[in-house]
């Protein structure tokens, strides 16, 4: 579905990403994890299309992404960024309305305002709707945003599986709002839709993770399928820290403690 086959990427001399090939499963919930500089979000951004490999190429459905065009790639793929810097009034509403834009040219259609309603639904985000986006607090604003990806690649028929990229979408979130929103992009899995996201949190991941990539210095080092293979030696070698895992039993996930 997703694939990369030898991608790199540097800046001069510098190499952010080593040689790498990776595949994605469609409608499975994939977290990439590391310490700072690992090469998460360069990774991130290249999968997406929003930066060009310095070698190597990335396919979506065989096609290779370079030759989609920047609309063509809107409808099926959405990224939800870390920070918004909006400096100018806009309204929740035309906020979440934005992620309609590669469907029309001038005027939204009747689908695409249902789908919009439908999106600030899943969020729980309807009482915002009508609020100026700039006075919105940090997880309100959070919830716009991912919102207005949902309703970028909403699938109205079910029929074409898309991704949903997220680039350390809960940093700043409290837990009620990382758990809102890690739910709902889980439960966009069963809607044909594939979940790459990149999160700091590992017991946050362990709980919502189908595959776990484990990046250091430019490399994927592990790839975890199952919670068992998260081990004490694997965090030590990953993250440079210690820790001990708890296995509360019962077929409960293991939780890390630092």
Known sequence: ????????????????????SVAFEENRFHVIMG????????????LAGSEKP???????????I??????????????LSQHYNIT?????????????YPY????PSKEDKE?????????QAEELMNRDYN???????QKIQMSRILAQIWNSENNQNKILFLDEPVSHLDMKYQNQLLRVAKEMCQKNITVIAILHDINLSLNYADRILLMKQGRIEYEINDQQEITVPVIKDVFDVDSKIIDPGNGHRPIIVF
């Open 104 to 107: 029309f040219t001038t005027v």
């Open 88 to 100: 100018f009034p806009i309204s929740s509403n035309d906020m979440v309305m934005m992620g309609r």
């Open 135 to 141: 006075t919105l607090s940090g997880g309100e604003t």
């Open 35 to 46: 310490p700072n500089g690992a090469g998460k979000s360069t990774l991130l951004k290249l």
């Open 1 to 20: 579905m997703l694939k990369a086959e030898n991608i790199l990427f540097k800046v001069g001399d510098k190499i952010l990403l080593h040689e790498t």
């Open 54 to 64: 310095s070698g190597g190429k990335i396919f979506f459905h065989e096609k290779e």
């Open 66 to 79: 370079n030759q989609f065009s920047r609309k063509e790639l809107a409808t099926v793929r959405a990224v």
């Open 115 to 123: 789908i919009c309603k439908k999106a600030t639904a899943v969020m």
